[in-house]
């Protein structure tokens, strides 16, 4: 009798480990995800609802789906790596990392539908353009010393995004400065963006050097094939702003 009992007992036991095994897997699973953030100042904010987009830089969404080519203002910038970030033309999420070569242009190999972001994996002499091939039209520039271009700005492809907060802030007292997070069901409105949109949120700072953060308590859902964007409005031209967003893709 006893030793059916024991028998009984280590059976048990053996069971054990395989439950707690799955309960681990199971619980830590959800968490394998990456965020993004998207962060910049703006010292041009006017007196019409503009995007928010790096201190000096200049910035217009190539206007066709083609290659684009990095291009430094000094020759010296030989050894850096710009990485373009974008949607190509079967609407999913790319990037492609480009070897600068001076003042000479490089053109990417892949075809770029929407720009997202681009950055530089280390500090240049001169400025970074990033072009569209045909017409070499510019379409973001790298300020010198910085190492993105700064867009206030995230497109989904192929995926979901959870928005999961964002700040806003000033740095002037010129006015009453208005933040509008909007999210864009159909990201081909970033070449017309005056329709088409939904507010997700607002931020407005008076007259006073503020800074605002929220913490949404529910993570605001956007539908694939998408596109983020702060937008500004300032009281006088010139303004300052600063936001940051948060987020992840699933």
Known sequence: MKKIIILCFIFILSTIPCLASD????????????????????????????????????YAQIAAA???????????????????????????????????NGATAVESDTTFKYIDQ??????????????????????????????????????????????TGWTASVTSTTGTVTFELRFYPDDSKCLADTTGYKVLDTIALTNVLNSVSVKFPNDIVCSAGGWI??????????????????????
């Open 66 to 100: 083609d290659t684009v080519e990095v291009v430094s203002s000094s020759a010296a910038d030989t050894t850096q790596t710009v990485t373009v970030f974008g949607i190509n033309s079967v609407d999913k999420k790319v990037s492609e990392s480009i070897e600068l």
């Open 229 to 250: 964007a702060v937008y500004a409005l300032g009281g006088a031209s010139n303004s300052d702003g600063a936001v940051t967003v948060f987020g992840y893709d699933k």
């Open 23 to 58: 309960a681990v897997y199971e619980r830590n699973s959800s968490y394998n995800i990456v965020g993004w953030s998207v962060s910049c100042s703006d010292s041009d904010i006017d007196a019409s609802y503009e995007l928010v987009d790096t201190v000096n830089s200049a």
């Open 118 to 163: 681009v950055t530089v994996d280390s500090a240049c002499a001169g400025v970074v353009t990033l072009r569209r091939t045909t017409g070499s039209t510019t379409i973001a520039d790298i300020p010198i010393g910085k190492l993105e271009a700064l867009l206030a700005q995230h497109f989904n492809g192929e995926e979901q995004s959870y928005i």
